[in-house]
């Protein structure tokens, strides 16, 4: 697709996005995630409906998701990091390796298919289910983190994953940190921390990787990147967001870990169908 289109496609694609804004939120709240899991699957969709060649359909959905959760990334940092929650030396630990994590998910993106990024989603969110599903909070690697190769090599790993997973790394960088030893609190204003570098460089990388692809991407986009889903979905998420925060108030902690576990393998094997 190309720039210049009708007045009435970039309507449509306004409203699809609305509309998946809004269940996004709902979900986001719900769950109690940044919600990068939840809008790369529902992304996919109105993609889907739009359009959008396969070709491109599922970078476009990573680079959209992430550009999405930068400002809330931001926000929730400098609420965290207010609050002395932050774990700074993990931060600048990770912070390098991870962007360099990042970067090589964009290259990756620039020239591999979508089925690969589709395969990475599915073997990623399938490890967060598990946790989420059968996990326990006396599951423990180490007392600690480790030395310095250590650290580079998490930083990277989390760095690629979220940017071939469309996500700030939260879920991922919350589960190394609780299994060696930190609280969920501190892991989680951690991972607040580190997704401001992930969050801004996966941005700027999937610009620059779906470049090549213009002709095939939505009207408003910049590489893989939809400025109108960047625009419309952010804010409408978060007007969303406490409405689905006063849901999860009436569940337990153990149904909405149960909730989105069973929500990721259900986007796992959409996914999976689509690959066949």
């Known amino acids: ?14 409203s699809l996005i609305i509309l998946a804004g809004l269940v996004t939120g709902i979900l986001a709240g719900l769950f109690g995630i940044g919600g990068g899991a939840l809008i790369v699957p529902v992304l996919y969709e109105v993609f889907r409906v739009l359009g959008v060649s396969d070709e491109v ?3 476009l ?48 993106a620039a020239f591999a298919s979508g089925t690969v990024l589709k395969l990475a989603f599915v073997l990623i969110a399938t490890v967060i289910a598990f946790k989420l599903l059968f996990g326990r909070d006396s599951w423990q ?14 930083g990277a790993f989390v760095g690629l ?23 969920i609190h501190k892991a989680v204003a951690t991972s607040a921390g580190l997704g401001v570098p992930i969050t801004i460089a996966g941005t700027i990388g999937y ?13 408003l986009s910049i590489g893989f990147v939809s400025l109108i889903g960047f625009v419309l979905m952010a804010p409408v998420s978060s007007f969303t967001a406490p409405y689905g925060a006063r849901l999860a108030h009436a569940l337990s902690k153990r149904r909405l870990e149960i909730a989105f576990g069973c929500f990721l393998l259900a986007a796992c094997i959409r996914f999976i169908i689509s690959l066949i």
């Open 1 to 14: 697709m190309a720039l210049g289109v009708p007045v009435s496609e970039l309507q449509l694609l306004a």
């Open 57 to 59: 359909r599922f970078q």
């Open 61 to 108: 959905c990573v680079g959209t998701s992430i550009a999405i959760i930068v400002p809330t990334n931001v926000l929730s940092y400098l609420t965290h990091r207010g609050k002395g929650a932050v774990m700074m030396d993990v931060v600048r630990a990770w912070a390098v390796p991870a962007v360099f994590g990042v970067a090589a998910g964009s290259i990756i």
């Open 141 to 154: 690697l180490a007392d600690d983190l480790p030395g310095a190769l250590g650290m580079t090599l998490y």
């Open 161 to 183: 994953a979220a940017s071939l997973m469309g996500i700030s790394g939260g879920s991922i960088s919350n589960m190394i940190l609780t299994l060696h030893g930190k609280s």
């Open 207 to 219: 610009m620059l990787a779906g470049l090549p692809q213009q002709p095939l991407l939505p009207p």
